[in-house]
């Protein structure tokens, strides 16, 4: 199509040359006037290429980004590349920015400088092949119904200072929160979780590995006790299956490789503060493919509960309340948790079921009931209730 228009203009400015009106070249040509007049006009006897289409892409760009910033995000990109674990995005790029104290660009900004320079992505690790079980995850619907919790260390300063970083993301919004504490103890622990829920509120559902500081080999502990008194109801993943907390460990990932490895730490107090200035960032900042790209604080905020006071906590453990626990059931058709095999009837073996613990069924009555991936009820049993 350009060879076509190439020679209709050369002709046109030809004949025009030779003292044809133009009129009688647009009309034979088939075009106007004015596109006459115009390849006439630019006829260049000097330059070969005068009669083909010149680019109408504007030569200055009125708003584009100055070059002292594009050269320093780009520098950011090049140095947190030679990490081969580090997060490259924008959202890695911006951090490093501010603790430079360098001018932070808005997120498109910097993707439209890594696009401009063909700085492109890492490819991403496939996702962990499911086995086709179905697994009854908690429901999740809203900000608040479900956040993901775990404990990450011990982890060791400049002389030999230990901590524990108490993790929490929720994992409709992605907002995470982040305490650090000087050990793994009961106190320490729900002191963490009643910090978190101070600046976050009080979830639904908070779902915990099999560790220790959540729950013993053979009964449910203080951490446990003061999620009932708040009104949330514990979870614990099948034991051996961490990507069941999947959102949590991708956050410790980027809390211990974007944060804790990053900088120097004068002691626990300096941690603490940086910390909370690295969750407040990762809230606002932070991109999430699984909320349509946007921030944390970008999505829809449910109405909030607030905790009771650590002093208002009634003593001994509440009257009502469910613990739920989700196992696999293997070839043998038991189902174990706090220290019992409990026999499953034939017909599920390799399922996920889940048992949940009512502490509202009276003493004496089955309050373990045991359920299916649809909520059916297979069995019942009973197993000795925290003491009240």
Same mark, same amino acid.
């Given at each position: 199509m350009?060879d076509?228009?190439?020679?209709?203009?050369?002709?046109?400015?030809?004949?025009? =040359?030779?003292?044809?009106?133009p009129e009688?070249?647009?009309?034979?040509?088939?075009?106007t006037?004015q596109?006459?007049?115009?390849?006439a006009?630019?006829?260049?006897?000097?330059?070969?290429?005068?009669?083909?289409?010149?680019?109408?892409?504007?030569?200055?760009v009125?708003?584009?980004?100055?070059?002292?910033?594009?050269?320093?995000?780009?520098?950011?990109?090049v140095?947190?590349?030679?990490?081969?674990?580090?997060?490259?995005?924008?959202?890695?790029?911006?951090?490093?920015?501010?603790?430079?104290?360098a001018v932070?660009?808005?997120?498109?900004?910097?993707?439209?400088?890594?696009?401009?320079?063909?700085?492109?992505?890492?490819?991403?690790?496939?996702?962990r092949a499911?086995?086709g079980?179905?697994y009854?995850?908690p429901?999740a619907?809203a900000?608040?119904?479900?956040?993901?919790?775990?404990?990450?260390?011990?982890r060791? =300063?400049d002389?030999?200072?230990?901590?524990?970083?108490?993790?929490?993301?929720d994992?409709?919004?992605?907002?995470a929160?982040?305490?650090?504490?000087?050990?793994?103890?009961?106190?320490?622990?729900?002191?963490?979780?009643?910090?978190?829920?101070?600046?976050?509120g009080?979830p639904?559902?908070?779902q915990?590995?099999n560790?220790?500081?959540?729950?013993?080999?053979?009964?449910?502990?203080?951490?446990v006790?003061?999620c009932?008194?708040?009104?949330?109801?514990?979870?614990?993943?099948p034991?051996r299956?961490?990507?069941?907390?999947g959102?949590?460990e991708h956050?410790?990932?980027?809390?211990?490789?974007?944060?804790f490895r990053?900088?120097?730490f004068?002691?626990?107090?300096?941690?603490?503060?940086?910390?909370?200035a690295?969750?407040?960032f990762?809230?606002?900042?932070?991109?999430?493919?699984?909320?349509?790209g946007?921030?944390?604080?970008?999505?829809?905020?449910?109405?909030?509960?607030?905790?009771?006071?650590?002093?208002?906590?009634?003593?001994g453990?509440?009257?009502t309340?469910r613990?739920?626990?989700?196992?696999?059931?293997?070839s043998?058709?038991?189902?174990?948790l706090?220290?019992?095999?409990?026999?499953?009837?034939?017909?599920?073996?390799?399922q996920?079921?889940?048992?949940?613990?009512?502490?509202?069924?009276e003493?004496?009555?089955?309050?373990?009931?045991?359920?299916?991936?649809?909520?059916?009820?297979?069995t019942?049993?009973r197993?000795?209730?925290?003491?009240?």
């Open positions: 350009e076509v228009d190439v020679g209709l203009r050369r002709e046109a400015a030809r004949r025009r =040359l030779a003292g044809e009106s009688v070249i647009a009309r034979e040509l088939g075009r006037r596109w006459v007049a115009k390849w006009a630019r006829y260049d006897p000097h330059d070969a290429g005068w009669a083909h289409s010149r680019s109408r892409a504007p030569t200055r009125a708003h584009r980004t100055a070059a002292e910033i594009e050269t320093q995000v780009l520098e950011v990109r140095r947190l590349e030679a990490n081969v674990w580090a997060q490259v995005g924008a959202p890695a790029i911006a951090w490093e920015l501010e603790k430079l104290g932070v660009p808005p997120l498109r900004t910097i993707e439209r400088i890594l696009g401009r320079a063909g700085a492109t992505g890492r490819p991403r690790a496939g996702r499911s086995k079980l179905a009854p995850a429901a619907n900000s608040g119904d479900v956040v993901q919790v775990d404990l990450v260390g011990p060791h =300063l002389g030999g200072v230990r901590f524990h970083a108490l993790n929490q993301i994992v409709i919004s992605r907002h929160g982040i305490e650090i504490i000087i050990d793994r103890g009961d106190e320490r622990v729900v002191g963490g979780l009643h910090a978190l829920w101070t600046r976050h009080v639904g559902r908070v915990f590995d560790g220790g500081q959540f729950v013993s080999p053979t009964g449910v502990g203080q951490v006790r003061y009932l008194h708040q009104g949330a109801t514990p979870v614990f993943i034991a299956e961490p990507w069941r907390n959102t949590i956050f410790n990932d980027t809390f211990d490789k974007r944060f990053q900088e120097r004068s002691g626990r107090a300096q941690l603490a503060e940086r910390a909370s690295f969750e407040a990762h809230n606002s900042q932070h991109r999430y493919r699984a909320i349509g946007r921030a944390p604080d970008e999505t829809a905020t449910a109405e909030r509960r607030d905790p009771l006071a650590v002093n208002e906590i009634p003593t453990w509440p009257a309340g613990v739920e626990f989700i196992r696999f059931i293997r043998d058709h038991k189902l174990r706090l220290g019992r095999a409990i026999v499953i009837p034939d017909g599920h073996a390799y996920y079921l889940t048992a949940t613990l009512d502490l509202a069924i003493p004496g009555d089955d309050n373990l009931l045991v359920c299916d991936e649809h909520g059916e009820l297979i019942t049993t197993l000795n209730s925290p003491r009240r």
